[in-house]
């Protein structure tokens, strides 16, 4: 069964006060792993896709990787509007086309 | 190009009732997905529909049904509803099965009482 873990569940940080979020994660095999970020009450916005170990992506202020076991999205110099939740999501590569989402991490940042 | 929309938006019914949801996908896209997220988790997979036909299923009671028109919009429906059934529900539609970004609609909230 895959599972995917993200820690930490929440975080607070300052405007400007750079940090990474984790997303650890089990599959028989990884057809690609998903970064979105969700604002409260409303659905998914997707960020990132990457589907192997050493890959990157950024945009803005956003950084995503991924190893074999984890994956990380680093915020860089981060401001208030960046407050959501980032959610994590696997899709194996067993055939189904069915993605494992994680609980998420609520971030905010204090002006 | 319009984006993944979902109707209503808010919604209440009472235990034992049954509920329909409605989704329109992206222009474009032939896949649908449907979630349950309850509060503080994430998105927990319903089903998918790819041109018309359940394409999978999450671990939900069959009380949870679904449908894809010709045109690629999407019903969800629920019969007999009990109140761990609050939530809010998620419409992800994508340009293909094999394609995996999916682009995820506003959601409807649904509450059981």
């Known amino acids: 069964e895959d599972q995917v873990t993200q820690s930490p569940e929440a975080l607070r940080l300052q405007e400007g006060e750079s940090s990474s979020l984790n997303c650890s994660y089990t599959v028989s095999g990884l057809r690609g792993l998903f970064w979105y970020r969700q604002d409260p009450g409303k659905g998914p916005e997707f960020l990132f896709t990457l589907y192997s170990a050493g890959e990157e992506k950024e945009k803005e202020r956003l950084k995503a990787t991924l190893t074999k076991k984890e994956s990380f999205l680093h915020i860089t110099a981060p401001k208030p509007e960046d407050s959501a939740t980032y959610l994590c999501a696997v899709l194996s590569s067993g055939g189904s086309y069915i993605p494992t989402f994680g609980r998420g991490t609520s971030l905010i940042v204090h002006p | 190009e319009t984006g993944v929309t979902q109707s209503p938006t808010h919604l209440i019914k009472t235990r034992g009732q049954q509920v329909t949801l409605r989704c329109s996908s992206q222009s474009g896209h032939n896949t649908v997905s449907w979630y349950q997220q309850a509060l503080g988790q994430g998105p927990q997979f319903i089903f998918q529909y790819y041109r018309e036909e359940e394409n999978g299923r999450g671990n939900f009671p069959p009380r949870f049904s679904g449908l894809q028109f010709p045109n690629y919009s999407s019903e969800l429906n629920v019969n007999a509803l009990e109140l761990d059934d609050s939530a809010l529900y998620l419409c992800?539609?994508?340009?293909?099965?094999?394609?995996?970004?999916?682009?995820f609609g506003p959601g409807t909230r649904l509450t059981v009482l």
């Open positions: 992800a539609s994508s340009v293909d099965r094999g394609r995996d970004e999916q682009f």
